[in-house]
């Protein structure tokens, strides 16, 4: 049996056409992920400066609400877009006071840790990433979903 050169050409066209979309459909995905995490990021930092302007609440030397509370959320705490698995919605509050420290020790969240930290001594929510390919993608994405 003798395959036409036509036929096979076409089929390779479609075969590398059928990659080339699925590869930017799955950057689309990852790209909608990332707005709408940081989209969230900024949902978290709104209710905690408006918490934080309200009379009723803890706050820190600076001014800061020192507790995120589930119930301020609609739904639930937030939970971060970009962490598979299991529904990671915990707040890491770091309790350290210290003023300077505006990023998490560990940028990456780990199978059980929190999607989210944030410093009471300064009012910064950041977002946590999962780990990528190498030290550097992961602090690109972190530094993109956290600008």
């Keep these: ?22 590869r930017i459909d799955a950057i689309r995905r990852f790209d909608r992920k990332v ?8 949902r978290i930092e709104s209710e905690i400066r408006l918490r934080s302007a309200l ?8 001014g800061f609400v020192v507790m995120v509370e589930s119930t301020w959320f ?3 705490p937030p939970r971060n877009p970009l962490l598979p698995g299991p529904k990671r919605p915990r707040i890491e509050v770091e309790d350290s006071g210290d003023r300077s420290m505006r ?28 780990a990528q390919a ?7 994405l972190y530094e993109l979903v956290n600008r």
């Design 103 to 130: 990023n998490p020790v560990t940028p990456t969240a780990t199978d059980q840790g929190a999607g989210w930290w944030y410093n009471p001594a300064n009012g910064i929510v950041r977002a946590r990433v999962p």
């Design 134 to 140: 190498t030290n550097r993608a992961t602090r690109e």
């Design 74 to 76: 609609e739904g639930g």
């Design 35 to 42: 707005k709408a995490t940081h989209g969230t990021l900024l």
């Design 1 to 22: 049996m003798r395959i036409n050169p036509w036929i096979l050409t076409l089929l390779g066209c479609s075969m590398i056409l059928l990659a080339a979309w699925t």
């Design 55 to 62: 009379d009723g609440y803890q706050t820190s030397r600076e």
